[in-house]
């Protein structure tokens, strides 16, 4: 008898590699939620409302720190920026600093469309982590931020032995 999509999940998430296989599903069927709902809704793929929401947390934030905020390769970052500007959610001002970068800021338009994104966000954490309790909820965040914030989620060790 064929196993059930639910016996395959178990048999990875109960492999050597379950760590990773737990988080990797989490974040992937997530992202596909939300992908769609935020592609369907407002038109904009999922990298550039998190940008949004970055250039609305940081005004004046230039598209290499948002790299380093939401880690994804610098012209995925440069695309939604511009996807952002063409829809005039987003403005670049040349930096006093340095007239050849930009530093962003959000619009009305943009903070109009980041409020309603950030709404359903919200609900849409609720509804992900609603299997925890509160107590548990908070330890997963503290453990989340821990790895987060290891020197070894960025960079490897291991995955450099070849170079």
């Known amino acids: 008898m064929p196993m059930t999509v639910q016996e395959k999940l178990d048999t990875v998430f109960a492999s050597d590699l379950s760590h990773l296989m737990a988080v990797s599903y989490i974040v992937l069927c997530n992202n596909a939620v939300t992908d769609r709902y935020i592609e369907r809704e407002f038109g904009i793929p999922v990298h550039a409302w998190s940008s949004l929401f970055a250039v609305e947390t940081f005004p004046g934030i230039k598209a290499k720190e948002i790299r380093k905020i939401f880690p994804r390769p610098q012209n995925t970052i440069s695309r939604a920026i511009a996807l952002l500007e063409a829809r005039g959610l987003v ?3 040349a930096s006093q600093e340095d007239g050849r970068e930009k530093k962003i800021f959000i619009t009305p338009e943009g903070q109009a469309v980041l ?3 950030r709404q359903v966000s919200v ?6 982590f609603e299997p925890l309790s509160a107590k548990e909820l908070k330890t997963f965040t503290q453990l989340a931020l821990k790895i987060a914030n290891g020197p070894a989620l960025k960079d490897s ?6 170079d």
Do not use: A, V
């Open 91 to 93: 403005r670049q001002e």
């Open 115 to 117: 409020k309603d994104i």
């Open 123 to 128: 609900d849409r954490q609720s509804e992900i």
């Open 157 to 162: 060790k291991i995955m450099r032995r070849g």
